[in-house]
């Protein structure tokens, strides 16, 4: 096994790092900016390097930085954990060539995964359910003949896109010259390539996800869903597992479809396979090859943790179960508290003057902040994580409840109180949203408020 682990991450996702590591006799080393030098995952770590200013181009980004510190304090492997350089194959092949082991999959399936079309390609070879689709559209001309063939309303997104970049709906033939040439201009100003592509559109799908586990020696198991759809321009605020829109049967007939794939892929690692889920089908949409924010809900359910597997995996190892073995218990949701104003979104960075987490059967919090501590403002505003399970999924939101009105944060407003409101919304309650609710629930909340100005 390794002896030292390299982290190459901020915030709460290093400290989860970080304790996976201590229990398993693996020391630790944190990197941090200048603007981090108090964090917890410094104190936290067994050593710590300063790697750069507080921008993140200049210490989480700083690739020659990050190894350089791996080397010198003779780390073996580097836990990439997620943002910043996770997804980077090049940061990854980087790795390597150095000696080191990157904690994740190869260079080669990452950059697979971070080209939209070429991982849809695989995606259709594989078996896995995709939208009806076009190859790389190289004229408005081209775009129109295709949108006729697949049929309004369409999608235009970016090969390299993600996270909504590049992303451009048409709903008729007039509409398509301005969606291919604004989401073409929108691919060039912020990805590496202007080749676009064209999708059905779905017009209110949930945003349903599987977590898998492969080895390097062709085991594949998987950890069943989660419904990641309470989201607001991109960003997800609410995750749940299992999703309120399945039943056994769709599951399980998913789930097996998604092992197959990653077997034929030949894909080691922990990974995540995103779908749209629409009138009881499922779309494939795109592969994440890193660990995941939401990962927790999954550990609450299966009992399973992640970045342990992450480790041993990367050290070549197997993974000593099966499938069945994998028993799925209960209901988890996690709700993601941000540092910003619960109306405006305004990022609210500055000091924690006060702070209790709720405890008890079920709750985890998985957090950086401290009392006393001052949040930067130079990255991103997530200070917590709360985490809650239950036998079902009416145990869980009630547990939910009862903990988000136990969380005490003062001295910089957070997203707390809103997630209150959204636990308690009908809708919510009984489990029927899409990727489009919470943008909704949060407009009428608005006029509400203004009426009562
Ligand atoms: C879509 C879609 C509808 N139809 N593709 C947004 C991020 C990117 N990864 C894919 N996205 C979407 N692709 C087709 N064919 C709607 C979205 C989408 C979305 C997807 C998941 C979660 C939230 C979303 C919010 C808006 C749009």
């Not at 901020?10 to 020391?27: D, F, Q, S, T, W």
């Not at 200049?58 to 990439?80: C, F, Q």
């Not at 997630?419 to 609710?437: A, L, R």
């Amino acid at each position: 096994m390794f002896e030292k682990v390299l982290i190459a991450n901020r915030g709460e996702v290093a400290l989860r790092i970080n304790r996976a590591c201590h229990e398993m006799g693996i020391k630790t080393v944190a990197v941090h900016s200048t603007a981090d030098k108090d964090a917890m995952h410094v104190r936290l770590a067994d050593e710590a390097v300063c790697i750069g200013g507080p921008q993140s181009k200049d210490s989480y980004l700083n690739k020659t930085a990050i190894i350089s510190a791996a080397i010198v304090t003779g780390a073996d492997a580097i836990h990439p954990g997620y943002g910043f350089l996770s997804e980077n194959a090049d940061f990854a092949e980087m790795v390597i060539k150095h000696g080191l082991t990157f904690i994740g999959p190869t260079p080669e399936q990452m950059r697979l995964m971070g080209d939209k079309i070429a991982s849809k390609k695989m995606a259709i070879e594989s078996g896995l359910p995709v939208t009806k689709g076009s190859p790389a559209l190289e004229s408005v001309e081209e775009a129109k003949k295709w949108a006729k063939e697949i049929g309004y309303p369409v999608i235009i997104k970016a090969k390299d896109g993600g996270g909504g970049k590049g992303m451009k709906t048409a709903f008729n033939e007039d509409e398509v010259e301005s969606a291919f040439t604004m989401a073409k201009a929108e691919a060039k100003a912020s990805f590496t390539s202007d080749v676009v592509f064209m999708e059905k559109y779905l017009q209110k799908p949930r945003h349903i996800e599987i977590q898998i586990l492969a080895d390097m020696h062709g085991n594949v198991v998987h950890l069943g869903e989660r419904d990641c759809s309470i989201q607001r321009k991109h960003q997800k605020l609410i995750e749940e597992t299992p999703s309120p829109a399945l039943n056994k049967e769709k599951r399980d007939e998913i789930c097996s479809i998604v092992c197959s794939a990653i077997k034929k892929i030949g894909y080691y690692g922990a990974g995540t396979l995103e779908f749209l889920f629409e009138d009881g089908e499922f779309y494939f949409l795109e592969m994440n090859t890193r660990l995941q924010v939401e990962h927790p809900i999954t550990e609450a359910v299966t009992d399973i943790d992640i970045v342990r597997e992450q480790i041993k995996i990367a050290n070549g190892a197997k993974l000593g179960y099966t499938q069945d073995d994998i028993k799925f218990h209960g209901s988890a949701i996690e709700c993601r508290i941000n540092a910003e104003d619960p109306f405006t979104f305004a990022p609210n960075p500055g000091k924690i003057a006060e702070w209790h987490v709720p405890g008890g059967l079920g709750v985890r919090v998985d957090s950086e902040v401290y009392s006393g501590y001052r949040i930067p403002p130079f990255y991103d505003s997530m200070i917590a994580k709360l985490i809650v399970r239950g036998t079902s999924r009416s145990a869980t939101l009630l547990r939910l409840k009862r903990a988000l009105r136990e969380f005490v944060i003062g001295g910089v407003t957070t997203t707390l109180p809103l997630h209150e409101e959204i636990i308690s919304s009908p809708e919510f309650v009984d489990g029927i949203y899409n990727i489009h609710w919470l943008e909704k629930f949060l407009e009428k909340r608005q006029d509400k408020n203004n009426d009562n100005k």
